[in-house]
């Protein structure tokens, strides 16, 4: 699947999106460091920038890898209003109960455990079934490919 690549955004669409995500993260009732370990920014920037990212003083950092856990994100925050489209408490109940897919794992805490965008994608794939319909008829694409 391919994600927009940083220089596709104008710095008025890159303030609005890092806003946007910001906001996401914010609902989620993640703590400063777990935000920063979700967007993989661990080596990138201080806590204390996150402030400029929620103001739209600051944009997000030129990185290929944050394009693509930004794209998650949104699409986590999509998959989580669609099904629950009337409450921002189930959905964050959601984030943070053990879950049978996830060997009792809550998913905030597989997204927070994987250094990669890897546990991200597992997030959203499990609540957006586009994304995971399409990602699987991909990969089936290029298994054919190869045959």
Known sequence: MATKSYADYSNDELKFLTQGV?????????????????????????????????????????????????????????????????????????????HRRFQRKSPLSIMLKDETPNGLLKIRMEVDCNYAYAISEAMREESLKQS
């Open 22 to 98: 910001m906001t996401y993260l914010d609902s989620w009732e993640l703590s400063n460091e777990e935000i920063v370990s979700i967007l993989g920014l661990q080596n990138l920037i201080k806590i204390r920038q996150l402030q400029g990212f929620r103001s739209g003083n600051r944009v997000f950092p030129d990185s290929q890898e944050l394009m693509v856990r930004v794209d998650h994100i949104i699409g986590i925050a999509d998959g989580l209003r669609t099904s629950y489209p009337l409450s921002e408490q189930m959905r964050q109940i959601w984030l943070t109960k053990p």
